[in-house]
C-alpha cells in the first residue's frame, strides 16, 4: 500500500536542521498555539507534580475529567481524556473501523490518516471557495452520509476557518442517526472564535447517540509538547474507547497541567482579547501587501492565498524559514492545491516582523528594492 506522509505545521526540529538554525531562535507561525506560553499556574502545578512520575499516572484521568465535568457542567462519565485530540481520534477509528468516512476536504490531515491506517475509504465533500470564506452546501453533506459510518467535521475547519452553526450541525447530525453515521465535531480551535460557545454541540451531547466532540488543551494554553485533550460523548461511546486505550497514555504532569489549566480563567481572557485584535491587524495588512488574499480569520490563524502574488506557498515559506520564520505552506492538505499558506496570530511585535518579512519577500520577488 502507498504510505502517505506525514505533514505538520510546528515542526521546528525538521526546521532548524534543514536551514541551519537554532530551535529557540525560530519564530513559529506554523502551528497554531498561544503565543503567551504556558500559563504561570500550570508551570507551578507541573513543578509540583514532578515527583509523581515515580508511579504510574491515573488511567481513570478522574481529577482531569472532573475539572473538565466542572467547566462544562456535564458527567465525567461523558469525558474521555487522551494524549491530545490527536489519540481520540485514532481511538474513534479504531473504535467504528469504518468501511467509509465522510471528510470535507481540506481539513485536518489527521482524519484522513487515522482512517487510512485502518484501511477505511474515504469521501470527500471539498469546501467551495467563494467570496471570503470557504463553504459547503450542508444538504450535500447530509445526503453524503448516505452509505458512510463515519463522518469527522472540523469547527472551525483548520485551515479555512469555516464555521459550521449549531443549526446545520443539528442538520447532520439527523442525517447521521438515519444512516447510523458517528458524526465527530473536532472543537480543537472553538475558544478562540468570538461567541463560540454558541457554536459548540457541548449541551447537545445527551440529545444524539452518533455525537463525539473533541477538545484540545494544547493550543489554548500553549502546550503541545505535554499533550492533554478529551472526548466528550454518550457514556457508551466512551467505555467503548476508553477500552481501546493504552491506560497510562495522559502522563501524570499533563494530567496536573490539565488541573490547573482549566482553573485558569484570566489567561484565556487575555488571550481571547489579544488573538482577536491582532488577527484584525493582520487580516488589514496582509490585504495591503500585493497579491496576498487573506481569509476572513474565524479563529487564531489565518489562510492566506498567494496567486495573484505569483509565487508558490512553498516557495515563500522557503524565503521565509531561512530568516527564521515559520508559515505552514498548504500544499500538503488534500484539496488545496500550491498557493495556500496559514499563519497563527501571535503577539504584535511578532505579527509585525512577518509582515514586514511578506513584504521583502514580494518585493524580491517582484524585483522591487
Ligand atoms: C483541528 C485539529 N484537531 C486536533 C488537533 C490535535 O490537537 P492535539 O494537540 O490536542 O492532539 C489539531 C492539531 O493541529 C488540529 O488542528
Known sequence: MHEKERIHGGNVYEVAEQYGLNIEDILDF????????????????????LGTVVHYPDPNCLAFRQAVAAELGISSENILAG????????LIVQMVLPRCTVIPIPTFSEYEYAVSS??????????????????ISIDDFCKSLRGADLAFICNPNN???TLFTRNELQKILEAGNANHCLIVVDEAYLDFVQGGSDYSLVNQILDYDNLLILKSLTKIYSLPGLRIGYAIGNKDLI???NNLRDPWSVNSLAQAAGVAALSE???RTRLQELVWKERQYLYEEIKQLPGLRPYFPT???MLVNT???????IYLHEILARTGLLIRDCTSFNGMGSYFFRIAVRKHSENMRLIQALDSALQQESGVG
Open 299 to 301: 479563529a487564531n490563524f
Open 83 to 90: 494524549n491530545g485530540a490527536a489519540e481520540l481520534i485514532y
Open 239 to 241: 467505555n467503548k474507547m
Open 307 to 313: 496567486h495573484a502574488a505569483g509565487i508558490t506557498a
Open 265 to 267: 480563567k484570566d489567561y
Open 118 to 135: 485502518v484501511g477505511g475509504n474515504l469521501k470527500y465533500i471539498q469546501l467551495q471557495a467563494e467570496g471570503l470564506n470557504f463553504s
Open 30 to 49: 506554523s502551528a497554531s498555539v498561544s503565543p503567551l506560553g504556558v500559563p504561570e499556574v500550570v508551570l507551578e502545578a507541573l513543578k509540583n507534580s
Open 159 to 161: 485551515p479555512t476557518a
